[in-house]
């Protein structure tokens, strides 16, 4: 039976570095079937979340990248970005191997920092759009083309989706300065900037998701420079109320929404640079005031990310959280209590620098799998994958 979707949506900010090369000086992203005998990263050590060994290296170089069924097949699909491919698709097998990947859009001179899928144009096909260097870029009907790559000047560091006005087209929305722009789809696949919202100060995280349940999506940005959320409820029309502002502790720089405690009302998960918070959901769009636990002063929104995943099969979600410190990095798992909270966490891997995190059923088990960016022993991340257990 599937499993009953405990996430509402995630998303992580993070801001990695340029790719170097492999130590060799190539950035090979050749990729065939990949088994599940392929083994762990020299050095490192990892408590599995499957039967050993449980890492898999998808020999994929890639700075930005995102985990969707782009091909509507029922397989969830990995789109990248890197510098030496702009943006390319690993096709699911549903199996957890992917397929070579494909080029999707090439001519850029750096790697998207957010990528997202959606209908943008309301021909039923799913569409990219792709944040770079402060432009939007929108891949239309990307697996059938022409590749064909739009431009929209816009500011922002980080993309949310959503149909705000149920027009059918889906709309863009992007945190920068200190307020949230808005790009209205049309069907031409064409996008005009709405007259822009406030919001707290320095907003570098966005979630979209019905947050008080009156069916009209609402928007929360992180906002690093305030120390706080700014929570915009829409009006269903693609309007929005004036924000709320939600204290959150020292400059939280990512954000996602989920139904943690699993009552029906979402919840709030926040990371900022001295620990990890949840706002439980009230109803009617409250939250309570955060609770959570302290983290080293060390995670911060250059080397930390983290995303809400449901791993074990118990319907109930998990928090998993990444950090980088000088090239050695740790990736942690955070079980969540029946009122939210936060437990102590467990080290699912450490050893070799890790990055930005994202989680999807990649083998079809009904439970989340991980994939990650991390460090090889020549010193260029490389995409990696670990497997939930049955």
Known sequence: MKRRSVLALALVACTPAPLAGDSDGSTSTTLGPVAPSTSSTTGTTTDALDDAPAEIDLDVVADGFTLLDLDEDGHIDLVTSAYTAAVQLLRGRGDGSFDAPIGLGDGFNSYASAIVGGDFDGDGARDLAALWSGH???????????????????????????????DGLDDLFLPGANVLLRLHGHASGSFDLRPPLGLGGEPVDIVAADLDADGALDLVTANVGTDDLSLLR????????????????DQPFALAVADLDVDGTLDLVVL?????????????GAFAAPQGIALP????????????????????PEIVVTRDLS??????????????????PKVLRSGRGVG???????????????????????????????????
């Open 136 to 166: 939007v870029v929108l891949l239309r009907d990307p697996l059938h083309g022409p590749h064909e790559a739009l431009d929209t000047p816009a500011a922002g560091v980080a993309l949310a989706v959503a149909d705000a006005d149920a």
């Open 234 to 249: 829409g009006d269903g029309l693609g309007g929005f109320l004036s924000q709320t502002l939600l204290p959150v502790g």
């Open 272 to 284: 900022h640079v001295g620990g990890l918070v949840t706002l439980r959901g009230l109803g009617g």
């Open 297 to 316: 002063e060390h995670y911060g929104p250059h080397g930390s990310s983290f995303a809400v995943c449901e791993l074990d099969g118990d319907e109930r």
């Open 327 to 344: 090239s050695y990095g740790w990736l942690t798992r955070f079980e969540v209590a029946a009122d939210a909270r936060v437990r102590e």
């Open 356 to 390: 930005r995190i994202v989680c999807a059923d990649v083998d079809g088990d009904d439970r989340d799998d991980l994939v990650f960016s991390a460090f090889r022993p020549g010193g260029s991340p490389t995409l990696r994958l670990l497997r939930s257990s049955p």
